[in-house]
């Protein structure tokens, strides 16, 4: 039951929060974590209808580092240059970064491409 | 909070006529953008199948006859998995002893047909009978007036209604005004969305809830006690755990299955890399004799979880000892709605008789293994009845219906054609 999809929030009424899921149509969700944590524009994850977290999209610039520190272990066991390995990682993360980016500045057409 | 406050916009979709989970816009469009997502980020998972080979390696060198099995609970990791070919990808790549077992994360393959067969015998006493799209199709043991699913039941005529969520039911419930019942079914996902909607007073006094929510973390201990019960099995040797249940939850739910196992516990996302990642975290953990619960899917997960929805599950629900399909009873393992919200129980209202221990009984059909494949016990291909008696198509037991069960994963996305491709494009094959 794990199934929920990325959503931005473009109003809450009476405690309930209309969500946009990308396709330009706002449903009905209840919030089911704290209130005082959504705001219109968050992105939210919704699961039948109820919004079960707020994704914070900083925490992709962690799991960057990790997968750079992988990277550089790797690539320190088997000879090769770590600072390579690095940078290959950090120019893929840079094109999901670009695109976090733009669904933050509103562009939830944007979510389309954001899993 | 009056009732008004909920009122449906114009363009709210009225519920649809019957509910195809596999082909919803919403689902589809998810599918797109993980997929998308991955196309974007392969040289992240070629890294991280290097990194799980060389993990893997060092541990074949410990014990080459070990088999390190790591349990994905959530039916949605086992769907990653298998769309994206996971499997079939780590074996291309020379990962010989790490094997991808899964649990049991699927709310629909677990819930009793006992309920079922009431609700579809209250469908037949004309009471408005709400439910979501997977259980709609869902078989129950005995036929009650010639019906097997609330499927057929709606087809001969009983008033059942397919929607997306219990708040769709709400607004429809409020039209009608009839006497109508919703089959609660789910994880702690869902129940934040029952006890805000109860404690919101939002839900019409003719919609009761029929609450059939599971809690995920004592599943989790039954399965890996099962698993280990059987001596020339090796252990579960890791866990994946459910990263949505988790952001209710938190990652501190998961403590007890670590420290009581021995394991390492990683709550992922459902990206392909994100389970990746799992992998990887559990057997560097595990080289390093190391078992901590780490939290992976951190954009939506927070180690405690989220207290206020914590705090409205348990204003409105009680722990009870809850029964699952094929398996039997776990102990404190379901959520029924407490004395003070009985006015919303549609046990109490229709007087529906509880299950007990006494009076549950063996509720597959006969040759079905969903149980075993729930527990993580069998594969779907060794069932005798998999892809033969039961497709997707016309399903005979729990696990083929659900878009999480794990049969009608395998029999919908087996193959792995998309991880030979992937593998060519990583330079893996």
Same mark, same amino acid.
């Given at each position: 039951?794990?199934?929920?999809?990325?959503?931005?929030?473009?109003?809450?009424?009476?405690?309930?929060?209309?969500?946009?899921?990308?396709?330009?149509?706002?449903?009905?969700?209840?919030?089911?974590?704290?209130?005082?944590?959504?705001?219109?524009?968050?992105?939210?994850? *919704?699961?039948?209808?109820?919004?079960?977290?707020?994704?914070? =999209?900083?925490?992709?610039?962690?799991?960057?580092?990790?997968?750079?520190?992988?990277?550089?272990?790797?690539?320190?066991?088997?000879?090769?240059?770590?600072?390579?390995?690095?940078?290959?990682?950090?120019?893929?993360?840079?094109?999901? =970064?670009?695109?976090?980016?733009?669904?933050?500045?509103?562009?939830?057409?944007?979510?389309?491409?954001?899993? | 909070?009056?009732?008004?406050?909920?009122?449906?916009?114009?363009?709210?979709?009225?519920?649809?006529?019957?509910?195809?989970?596999?082909?919803?816009?919403?689902?589809?469009?998810?599918?797109?953008?993980?997929?998308?997502?991955?196309?974007?980020?392969?040289?992240?998972?070629?890294?991280?199948?290097?990194?799980?080979?060389?993990?893997?390696?060092?541990?074949?060198?410990?014990?080459?006859?070990?088999?390190?099995?790591?349990?994905?609970?959530?039916?949605?990791?086992?769907?990653?998995?298998?769309?994206?070919?996971?499997?079939? =990808?780590?074996?291309?790549?020379?990962?010989?002893?790490?094997?991808?077992?899964?649990?049991?994360?699927?709310?629909?393959?677990?819930?009793?047909?006992?309920?079922?067969?009431?609700?579809?015998? =209250?469908?037949?006493?004309?009471?408005?009978?709400?439910?979501?799209?997977?259980?709609?199709?869902?078989?129950?043991?005995?036929?009650?007036?010639?019906?097997?699913?609330?499927?057929?039941?709606?087809?001969?005529?009983?008033?059942?209604?397919?929607?997306?969520?219990?708040?769709?039911?709400?607004?429809?419930?409020?039209?009608?005004?009839?006497?109508?019942?919703?089959?609660?079914?789910?994880?702690?996902?869902?129940?934040?969305?029952?006890?805000?909607?109860?404690?919101?007073?939002? *839900?019409?006094?003719?919609?009761?809830?029929?609450?059939?929510?599971?809690?995920?973390?004592?599943?989790?201990?039954?399965?890996?006690?099962?698993?280990?019960?059987?001596?020339?099995?090796?252990?579960?040797?890791?866990?994946?755990?459910?990263?949505?249940?988790?952001?209710?939850?938190?990652?501190?739910?998961?403590?007890?299955?670590?420290?009581?196992?021995?394991?390492?516990?990683?709550?992922?996302?459902?990206?392909?890399?994100?389970?990746?990642?799992?992998?990887?975290?559990?057997?560097?953990?595990?080289?390093?004799?190391?078992?901590?619960?780490?939290?992976?899917?951190?954009?939506?997960?927070?180690?405690?979880?989220?207290?206020?929805?914590?705090?409205?599950?348990?204003?409105?629900?009680?722990?009870?000892?809850?029964?699952?399909?094929?398996?039997?009873?776990?102990?404190?393992?379901?959520?029924?709605?407490?004395?003070?919200?009985?006015?919303?129980?549609?046990?109490?209202?229709?007087?529906?008789?509880?299950?007990?221990?006494?009076?549950?009984?063996?509720?597959?059909?006969?040759?079905?293994?969903?149980?075993?494949?729930?527990?993580?016990?069998?594969?779907?291909?060794?069932?005798?009845?998999?892809?033969?008696?039961?497709?997707?198509?016309?399903?005979?037991?729990?696990?083929?219906?659900?878009?999480?069960?794990?049969?009608?994963?395998?029999?919908?996305?087996?193959?792995?054609?998309?991880?030979?491709?992937?593998?060519?494009?990583?330079?893996?094959?």
């Amino acid at each position: 039951m794990c199934w929920a999809v990325p959503a931005v929030v473009k109003k809450i009424e009476g405690g309930i929060a209309y969500v946009d899921p990308g396709d330009g149509i706002e449903r009905p969700a209840v919030i089911g974590i704290d209130e005082k944590d959504v705001q219109v524009g968050d992105l939210v994850m *919704v699961h039948a209808a109820v919004i079960i977290t707020k994704v914070d =999209l900083s925490t992709l610039k962690e799991s960057m580092e990790m997968w750079k520190r992988m990277a550089i272990e790797l690539a320190t066991a088997t000879g090769e240059d770590p600072a390579t390995a690095a940078r290959v990682i950090e120019e893929e993360m840079w094109r999901v =970064l670009k695109l976090v980016e733009e669904v933050k500045a509103g562009r939830s057409d944007a979510l389309k491409e954001l899993a | 909070m009056t009732s008004q406050c909920l009122s449906a916009p114009e363009n709210f979709p009225s519920p649809p006529p019957s509910v195809d989970c596999w082909n919803c816009a919403v689902m589809k469009k998810e599918i797109t953008a993980l997929e998308l997502a991955f196309r974007r980020k392969t040289k992240i998972t070629a890294t991280l199948v290097n990194y799980i080979r060389k993990y893997a390696e060092e541990l074949a060198g410990r014990d080459p006859y070990r088999v390190y099995k790591i349990m994905d609970f959530c039916g949605t990791h086992e769907w990653t998995i298998v769309h994206f070919g996971l499997r079939s =990808l780590l074996e291309v790549a020379g990962v010989k002893n790490v094997e991808l077992v899964a649990g049991p994360g699927c709310p629909v393959c677990v819930t009793p047909s006992y309920y079922l067969e009431e609700a579809i015998k =209250l469908a037949f006493e004309g009471m408005v009978v709400y439910t979501y799209g997977d259980v709609f199709r869902l078989p129950a043991i005995r036929r009650i007036n010639g019906a097997r699913t609330l499927a057929e039941a709606k087809a001969l005529g009983a008033e059942v209604r397919v929607v997306h969520s219990f708040l769709h039911a709400v607004i429809d419930a409020k039209k009608h005004n009839k006497p109508a019942l919703f089959l609660g079914i789910g994880f702690e996902t869902v129940a934040p969305g029952y006890s805000e909607a109860i404690l919101k007073g939002v *839900v019409p006094p003719n919609l009761k809830l029929m609450s059939l929510v599971k809690l995920t973390p004592p599943a989790m201990f039954y399965a890996l006690d099962m698993v280990r019960e059987k001596p020339i099995d090796y252990p579960i040797s890791g866990v994946i755990a459910p990263g949505h249940v988790s952001t209710i939850i938190g990652g501190k739910a998961w403590v007890p299955v670590a420290e009581h196992f021995g394991i390492p516990v990683v709550v992922a996302g459902f990206e392909p890399n994100d389970v990746l990642t799992a992998v990887a975290e559990i057997l560097r953990q595990i080289k390093n004799g190391e078992y901590k619960v780490v939290i992976e899917y951190t954009r939506a997960v927070k180690w405690e979880g989220d207290l206020k929805a914590q705090s409205s599950i348990y204003t409105v629900f009680e722990t009870v000892d809850s029964a699952w399909r094929g398996i039997g009873y776990i102990p404190k393992s379901g959520l029924a709605l407490r004395d003070r919200f009985k006015q919303f129980d549609a046990f109490e209202y229709f007087g529906i008789s509880e299950l007990t221990p006494e009076k549950w009984h063996y509720d597959l059909p006969p040759g079905c293994r969903c149980a075993e494949v729930t527990l993580g016990k069998a594969k779907p291909t060794d069932c005798p009845l998999y892809m033969r008696a039961c497709t997707p198509d016309r399903p005979l037991g729990p696990c083929m219906v659900s878009v999480e069960g794990t049969c009608a994963i395998w029999a919908r996305f087996g193959g792995g054609g998309l991880a030979t491709e992937i593998a060519k494009e990583m330079g893996l094959a």
